[in-house]
């Protein structure tokens, strides 16, 4: 694994908004073409084989947390986990999460946590950097089928009308949900945009602003706060179909981590986690915290607006550092994408500090 100085695309922002990633630049510098990271195709197939465990490992430990009733210490309410009780009772199909890994090219890959529910950095992943290894570097290969899976994961949901949804002022959410409703449409749905704000409810169905019914939603929003929306005790008895499903919650909750070393202690691929202090040097990460919000880890912290849902306390697993044209160190984190439960390729985010937040910069891959 290298980080390698490659000159930027004299079109790059162009051919990105070709794209439709349009949020290319928030924050200054988001994605950044100056350098990209290398791989062995040893090194890609560790990677996938890891990610490919993991979920296995993640569905164990989701049927534990069910068949347990362990919601409780996941901090989830009797509403969410009710939701996600039925919803995991129903198998209700999953299209895509996202793993964030340590991974430095010589140890074993190592689950930081599971963006199962609501994960982005998705457009830039799937087609911007194929479209940047086409340009740069067309001899070489990229761990990325995310695009094809995902046109395979609509295509096996029976066509029809599907919404998709997200928050208000967020370009990222924005681009990402309309990524995902271009695919759904190729696939053959037909498809509706609204914002969650805009989700209404006629006493019997959830509507859109036009008075459709809304008989599937996607929604890049997270179910902790769908349930404490207006309409959440309106979810279970308007028969909608969500994506992605209820028990997803219960993979994108940090406590997660906890159960998964309680039922796989000393897997290579997972970390030591508990609900207290851990012995040695240990990470401590609010159960549903996002981008990189209040998290510490030895010397480092960031702010935010999470804890009160209580913390969990993982073992530490340094970043690899590599140092940038200016000798700066940068610290990567692998995005892995399991897309309808297998491993679909990678995604960098790499960040001047060792929390990984939302400003981090994207940075693609190659291998040879």
């Known amino acids: 694994m290298r980080r390698v100085a490659i000159p930027p695309r004299a079109n790059w922002r162009a051919r990105n908004e070709e794209l439709g990633f349009l949020f290319h630049s928030m924050g200054g510098t988001y994605w950044d073409e100056r ?3 290398a791989f062995t195709a040893e090194q890609i197939d560790e990677l996938e084989e890891a990610t490919n465990e993991l979920h296995r490992l993640s569905l164990i430990a989701v049927e534990h947390v069910v068949r347990e009733n362990r919601f409780g210490e996941l ?18 199909p999953p299209i895509y999460g996202r793993m964030d890994l340590a991974y430095d090219g010589v140890n074993a890959p190592k689950l930081l946590e ?14 911007a950097q194929w479209a940047w290894l086409e340009d740069v570097l067309p001899d070489a290969d ?3 089928s995310i695009h094809e899976r995902l046109l395979d994961a609509f295509s096996k949901w029976p066509i029809g009308p599907f919404h998709f949804a997200c928050a208000r002022d967020s370009q990222e959410d924005l681009g990402t949900v309309e990524y995902l409703r271009d695919v759904a449409t190729q696939a053959g749905h037909t498809t509706k945009f609204l914002f969650v704000e805009d989700i209404g409810w006629n006493g019997a169905d959830f509507v859109d602003l036009e008075g459709y019914r809304i008989d599937r939603l996607f929604k890049l929003y ?31 909750n940090k406590g997660i981590l906890k159960i998964l070393w309680e039922l796989f202690p ?23 915290s996002r981008e990189g919000a209040n998290v510490t880890l030895p010397g480092e912290a960031s702010g935010g607006d999470y804890g009160a849902e209580g913390f969990v306390y993982q073992g530490y697993a340094p970043l690899p550092e590599f140092l940038d044209a200016t ?33 981090s910069r994207f940075v693609p891959h190659y291998f040879e």
């Open 35 to 37: 350098a990209a990271y």
């Open 75 to 92: 901090g989830m309410t009797p509403l969410a986990a009710e939701l996600a009780r039925r919803s995991w009772d129903h198998r209700a």
């Open 222 to 252: 997270p179910w902790e706060w769908l349930v404490h929306e207006e309409f959440g005790g309106f979810i279970e008895p308007s028969g909608a179909q969500f994506a992605e499903p209820a028990w997803k919650a219960v993979l994108s």
């Open 266 to 288: 000393g897997h290579p691929n997972l970390l030591p986690a508990s609900f207290s202090p851990l012995p040695g040097e240990f990470v401590r990460k609010p159960l549903l």
């Open 142 to 144: 990229q761990f990325n």
């Open 327 to 359: 000798g700066r160190p940068v610290y990567p984190v692998i995005g892995a994408w399991v897309i309808e439960g297998e491993a679909g390729g990678i995604g960098i985010r790499e960040d001047d500090s060792r929390i990984t937040k939302n400003t």
């Open 114 to 127: 599971y963006n199962a529910d609501t994960p982005t950095a998705l457009l830039e992943a799937s087609v």
